[in-house]
């Protein structure tokens, strides 16, 4: 055994390090992820039903989502879901209410401004700016296509 | 080089004190703590203040268990997990004692009595006290993610514990048998020690910090044997601070290829202050109020009662903060040994090495046990000193503390 | 109309099931992979996948963040097509505004309302805890 040099640490490391029981944590994630997909679904329908836009109902499903997760997060209660969920509650749209919910009531203490203000960009803000960039190189791309008539 | 260091004289344990949170309380050792608080908050509005305020109780707790005042202090040697040390800095202005700060992350119970008894062996401090304290939600506001934020733990993580110990020592002579005469119990004696290397941890997980520390741990340990006459069979045991199940899994490894005899001697502080079995821990505490708090509510009352004799005690550090985890940089280990030796145990090894004191007086030696009820205790029906009952909330407001703060 | 729930329910427990793999078995941070998915969100509209998949599992895709970056795509493709050239830069947080904004305003209306609770330890299940 080499406890001296980094491959030596690294292998003792792996070897002796438990790997997540994945079997168990597939199935409640895709459960929970999936139902809440299907009740997202199931809202969709809905609005269609009483005279929703087809194009507003997607957008509507999503704010009652991130708003239900604001609530659950808010109560104390979605980390106590996510625990099991993992990436049931973290893919959906309700991951990214939760990152913005909890690191805002998480920087209260440090002021309104500097702390809720900067903070609660902190999960939030890679994903708007990742996002946002992403989506101006595909309209670059997408201008120069339709400019050129391609 | 030399590195243990064999202390002139001893520093005596002359108080010691443990507080903790509501999953503390309820873990195996939750009944010996000192003070609980099982809302967490400390009736404190953040956190980080919570942490703060715990290391005051746990500090006020210590000084009353030996019947001092802040005043007979000469010197607080205190450390936290929070950012510059800051959750015992608040804790400790009111008491105006000499204070220095000291970072070692989770070594830094080790680190401090470590520190506390090469002072008093200078001869010109007569007390000198130590403070260690870790708040789950603090330091996961720190180091990780928001308190509310639903990630899922990997296996290797372990829990922060909203824990912290205070310690008194002493090596004068004339304080020590004051207090046997008083009835206290002086049980312990820290006799030498070793200051830790630093170690690259090779691990850039910030989750699984106890397989960081585990080299560290591992190379005090075998350096602790190379250098000293004693053996691990001189040990009754050799207990590590918050490796939690990965670490101490790696640990035995490396022992039981390097120095077979100390494999089953070894235990783990972040393993026993959880119910492990009934609770989803992941892999144990951790944090420095773990080592503290297991010290002063288990390892400490074990050499009092005189069921072990030595023992090698290492809390280990993880040294990192969250922007050298994301500029890429592993963690560095560290862990600082110290000798515990029990004055009440029929050691036969090497106690001539010291002249206790107190030891050779059979009389008081026998009325310890009994004078521990005796002492001053808190203003609760529990009698032990500012214990308050679980389901009563929050901290009694006559515990004792304001006579200090005023 | 189930049937339309069940495919919802089916591919959205899928992706976050793929998710949880690489959750588990690389070091991924949950910021990167809310990150990563609506960077894929983005390339699946670009590709013209999104649309066809959207119309066959509905929210299925739009509620995962993939269709988060999905809008995003669309709104600048119908900015540019209204607009021009500055539907580059408008397109994006117009279409995602009321997500967003509805979700920071809830986070300042909360934080202000609200605090941070202690948390527990889990119990492991089937096992009465620590008699106390």
């Not at chain 2, 690259?200 to 080299?215: L, Q, T």
């Not at chain 2, 250098?227 to 035995?252: K, M, N, Y």
């Not at chain 2, 009698?383 to 304001?402: A, C, H, L, M, V």
């Not at chain 3, 959205?12 to 992979?33: E, H, N, S, W, Y």
Request: glycine share 12%; hydrophobic share 45%; net charge neutral.
């Amino acid at each position: 055994m080499d406890i001296y040099t980094n491959e030596g640490k690294k292998k003792l490391i792996k070897e002796n390090t438990p790997r997540s029981t994945l079997g168990k944590n597939l199935v409640k994630s895709f459960l929970i992820g999936g139902a809440i997909s299907g009740g997202g679904e199931a809202l969709r329908i809905l609005l269609l039903k009483i005279g929703v836009a087809e194009k507003q109902a997607p957008v509507y499903v999503s704010l009652t989502i991130v708003s239900i997760a604001a609530v659950l997060t808010l109560l104390g209660v979605f980390d106590s879901i996510a625990r099991h969920a993992g990436a049931g509650t973290l893919v959906p749209i309700s991951g990214f209410s939760n990152a913005v919910t909890s690191q805002a009531i998480d920087a209260k203490s440090e002021g309104l401004v500097l702390g809720v203000g900067a903070k609660i960009f902190s999960i939030c803000g890679p994903v708007i700016l990742f996002g946002l960039a992403a989506g101006v190189i595909y309209g670059a791309i997408y201008y120069i296509a339709i400019s050129f008539g391609w | 080089m030399k590195r243990i260091t064999e202390l002139k004289a001893p520093a005596y344990f002359i108080a010691s004190a443990a507080v903790g949170g509501r999953e503390e309380w309820q873990g195996p050792l939750g009944g010996s703590f000192d003070f609980i608080d099982p809302s967490d908050s400390f009736g404190q509005s953040t956190w980080e203040m919570a942490e703060a305020e715990m290391g005051r109780v746990a500090l006020n707790v210590a000084l009353r268990k030996c019947d001092l005042s802040h005043s007979d202090i000469d010197v607080i040697i205190a450390g936290d997990l929070q950012n510059q040390c800051v959750a015992s800095a608040i804790a400790l202005d009111s008491f105006g004692i000499p204070h220095i700060g000291v970072y070692g992350a989770c070594s830094t119970c080790t680190e401090s009595l470590m520190l506390a008894s090469a002072m008093l062996s200078l001869g010109s401090y007569k007390r000198v006290a130590t403070l260690t304290t870790s708040h789950n939600l603090a330091a996961e506001r720190q180091f990780r993610a928001p308190t509310e934020y639903g990630a899922q733990r990997p296996p290797a993580a372990q829990w922060t514990a909203t824990a912290g110990g205070a310690f008194i020592l002493s090596t004068d002579d004339e304080i020590i048998n004051e207090n046997r005469r008083r009835g206290l119990p002086v049980s312990a004696c820290i006799t030498d020690f070793l200051v830790g290397r630093l170690i690259d941890g090779a691990i850039k997980d910030g989750a699984n910090m106890g397989a960081a520390m585990a080299f560290a741990a591992a190379d005090s340990i075998l350096s602790y044997f190379e250098e000293s006459d004693l053996t691990p069979r001189d040990f009754d045991l050799i207990v590590t601070g918050d490796l939690g199940a990965v670490g101490s899994r790696i640990l035995r490894e490396i022992l039981k290829e390097k120095l077979p005899s100390a494999v089953s001697r070894h235990e783990d502080c972040g393993l026993l202050l959880y119910d492990m079995s009934s609770k989803d821990v992941h892999a144990g505490a951790s944090g420095c109020g773990t080592s503290a708090s297991v010290l002063s509510t288990h390892f400490l009352p074990m050499l009092e009662r005189g069921e072990v004799g030595d023992i090698l005690f290492l809390s280990t550090g993880a040294l990192m903060s969250q922007s050298s985890l994301l500029q890429g940089n592993s963690i560095r280990g560290v862990a600082p040994a110290v000798h515990l030796k029990s004055l009440t145990a029929n050691n036969k090894r090497s106690s001539d090495k010291i002249s206790a004191p107190c030891c050779n007086n059979d009389e008081v030696r026998i009325s310890d046990t009994e004078a521990y009820e005796k002492q001053p205790s808190g203003s609760n029906a529990e009698g032990k000193p500012g214990y308050t009952r679980p389901d009563s909330g929050q901290i009694s407001e006559n515990n004792g503390e304001s006579e200090v703060r005023g | 109309m189930i049937t339309d729930i069940i495919l919802a329910f089916l591919f959205g427990g899928a992706v976050c099931a793929a998710v949880q793999i690489f959750i588990d078995k690389t070091m991924l941070t949950p910021a990167r992979i809310l990150v990563t998915l609506v960077t894929i969100g983005v390339l699946l509209y670009a590709v013209g996948l999104y649309e066809p998949l959207y119309e066959i599992f509905g929210c299925g895709i739009s509620v995962p963040l993939v269709g988060f970056g999905a809008s995003i795509a669309r709104g600048v493709r119908e900015a540019i097509d209204q607009v021009g050239a500055f539907g580059i830069l408008t397109g994006g947080l117009t279409a995602t505004s009321a997500g967003i904004t509805l979700a920071l305003l809830l986070g300042l209306a909360f934080s202000i309302i609200g605090h941070g609770k202690r948390r527990n330890i889990p119990k492991k299940r089937g096992i009465r805890p620590h008699s106390m």
